[in-house]
């Protein structure tokens, strides 16, 4: 069964606006991370965070995480056009270590 | 240096058929990974290989297999071939097993059943 459940499965913002997506988990895990897909193509990783870490930033992305309440959640800013992509989580479990993924959030950037 | 390859990138098959798909890693990378895409179940896992082993697996029945080489290539065969089996395959692999490592994906194998 899935691990991650990404919320909300689709989003549309204007450009130059800020870009949330959220990741629920049931079980408890090693490391959350973000991907990015374009257009059917392959996965392209993001970010990494630890479940020992809170909050981690790389360029205009950055990352929480809540292990008490099992979620974690993306947030892009000053969004481009080219930010238009599916954004999925993976999980990687303390007892079964396999990364599996979400279904996915489909943003849309609206010139 | 070269990403993950992934071949055939697009392929046709009927119903019945079995298809063999072939995914060459990162150099270096030891451990590969398969998921198949569809459109209404996301990106499932099907299994995991690192030094020619299987290390996971995930719930996809017996016509569904794999095998890694000892220069870590590795394909996925799916045999008796349904049409529900219709779904991008993307191929990942990273440096050791899954776990706190990143996984570099292909660009994907299209297999479309009729």
């Known amino acids: 069964s899935q691990q991650g459940e990404e919320d909300p499965q689709a989003l549309s913002i204007q450009e130059g606006e800020n870009a949330t997506m959220n990741c629920s988990y049931k079980t408890s895990i090693n490391n959350l991370q973000w991907y990015r897909q374009n257009s059917g193509r392959g996965l392209v990783h993001l970010i990494l965070i630890r479940s020992n870490e809170r909050e981690k930033h790389s360029g205009r992305l950055r990352v929480t995480l809540d292990t008490s309440k099992k979620s974690s959640s993306l947030l892009i800013t000053a969004s481009r056009a080219a930010d238009t992509a599916s954004y999925f989580c993976a999980t990687d479990g303390r007892r079964d270590d396999k990364i599996i993924f979400g279904k996915g959030t489909r943003l849309h950037i609206l010139p | 240096k070269a990403g993950v390859t992934q071949t055939p990138r697009y392929l046709i098959k009927t119903r019945g058929q079995q298809v063999t798909l072939s995914c060459s890693p990162i150099?270096?990378?030891?451990?590969v990974s398969w998921y198949q895409q569809t459109p209404g179940q996301g990106l499932q896992f099907l299994f995991e290989?690192?030094?020619?082993?299987?290390?996971n697996k995930g719930n996809f029945p017996g016509r569904f297999s794999g095998r890694q080489f000892s220069n870590s290539r590795s394909e996925m065969n799916v045999s008796t071939l349904e049409l529900g089996d219709s779904a991008l395959y993307l191929c990942a692999s990273s440096v050791p097993p899954s776990g706190a490592n990143v996984l570099t994906f292909g660009a994907g194998s299209r297999l479309t059943v009729l």
């Open positions: 150099s270096g990378h030891r451990s």
């Open positions: 290989y690192f030094s020619e082993t299987q290390r």
